[in-house]
């Protein structure tokens, strides 16, 4: 070959290695290969098919925090990058390249198709700021106070590092926005959970749980998954106003299941019916002709009723209250009063007790000489004969006059 061939041969190579050369724009998505680091600053790579080099920033690297380029590339690694502008430093590349919005994109991509189709993902909590919940799906997410639970939340810190599961509800990628919410997936969890626990409970069943808040008409229980309602009536044997009376949220309590209702998930509960009855033993403790102390709880045209225990009260018919004439107890008793009574009658079946007032009381002299003429005899030795000779001797004359 001639020189003149030579040089042609040589210039047309060189022409179809020019034609080779792919231009780089920004926005392009290339393909480069890792040739240095510079620790903890950038990557430099050489972007294949058009002979020049670019930087990888430390911060277009990864999505994911990080701490070391390494994590994320070495040398004679060949990644995929878009290109973000020109570089105005030539001699660290003539391109700024990032890898981190390619992996962003292709997130976005996976999220939106895990939203059309509904799909629940899985994400750690990486912080908590103002509002809400910061979350890692690869890209941000944000989960609204409203959107964290089914119940309010007062402190956000505990979820911290917790990896949840979340629905999306919201997703816009050129805004970089995702909205989740694990309020979602609790409220099914939690239904589906209260189904299981329904199917398990019958009426009649002695069950353990905490008060899990309380209201005027009564205690709401957490039995593991499903609230049932203790009605204030159902709370004690005594009296109870106000629930928070004798029961205060986070306690344990015990209770009987009264009825349960699968379809309207609503189940009926005593803690009454697991505790001793005020009127169990009562005539061991209550014996006929005890003497008791008690507090006047009603007064009545008939009489009053004396609490002697707990949730026991027993009449003290007004007969039985005083010796003196009274035409209604209000005149000798008043409601809060103590009094002494004493046992007249112990009916448990009927969860009756009769008492007396009176009976603990001297009798007024006047009463006593009453009732001894009432009750007199005459004497034998005044006249020789018996009252009943006496009575039949008159009788005998009678009939003899007539």
């Given at each position: ?60 690297l990864s999505t994911l925090p990080i701490e070391a380029i390494t994590e994320v590339v070495n040398i004679g690694d060949v990644v995929e990058l878009v290109v973000i502008k020109r570089s ?51 890209v941000r997410g944000f989960v609204p106070a409203s959107m964290v639970d089914v119940n309010f939340v007062d402190d956000f810190s505990v979820y911290k590092g917790k990896t949840m599961r ?237």
């Open positions: 070959m001639s020189e003149k061939e030579t040089m042609q041969t040589g210039n047309e190579e060189l022409l179809n290695a020019l034609d080779s050369v792919q231009e780089v724009n920004v926005g392009d998505i290339v393909k480069a290969e890792v040739l240095a680091i510079e620790p903890g600053k950038e990557a430099i790579v050489g972007i294949e098919g058009s002979g020049v080099e670019g930087v990888v920033p430390f911060g277009e105005k430093d030539k001699e660290n590349g003539s391109y700024m390249l990032s890898k981190k919005r390619i992996d962003a994109k292709k997130v976005w991509e996976e999220i939106q198709a895990d939203f059309d189709a509904g799909t629940i993902i899985e994400a750690p909590v990486t912080d908590v700021v103002k509002g809400g919940l910061v979350v890692d799906a690869g979340f629905k999306i509800v919201e997703i816009e990628p050129s805004e970089n926005r995702l909205i989740l919410s694990h309020k979602a997936i609790a409220q099914e969890e939690r239904e589906a959970a209260k189904k299981e626990k329904l199917a398990t409970l019958l009426a009649g069943d002695i069950v353990t749980g905490k008060v899990a808040r309380l209201t005027n008409f009564g205690a709401f229980v957490d039995l593991g998954g499903v609230d049932g309602l203790v009605h204030v009536s159902q709370i004690s044997h005594n009296r109870v106003n106000k629930p928070e009376e004798v029961l205060a949220v986070g306690d344990e309590v015990t209770a009987k299941i009264q009825s349960v209702d699968p379809e309207a998930g609503r189940i009926s509960l005593s803690i009454k019916d697991t505790l001793a009855g005020p009127w169990d033993n009562i005539e061991e403790r209550a014996p006929k002709g005890a003497t008791l102390k008690g507090t006047v709880k009603r007064l009545t045209s008939f009489g009053a009723f004396v609490e002697v225990f707990p949730g026991v009260e027993g009449l003290v018919h007004i007969s039985q209250i005083s010796y003196k004439h009274i035409a209604t107890p209000h005149e000798v008793l008043s409601e809060n009063a103590e009094v002494e009574v004493k046992v007249l009658e112990v009916k448990p079946e009927e969860k009756r007790l009769s008492l007396s007032i009176k009976a603990l009381e001297e009798k007024p002299e006047s009463m006593k000489q009453a009732e001894a003429e009432e009750h007199y005899e005459l004497p034998e030795e005044s006249t020789g004969f018996s009252f009943g000779e006496i009575l039949g001797e008159a009788l005998s004359s009678n009939e003899d006059a007539e």
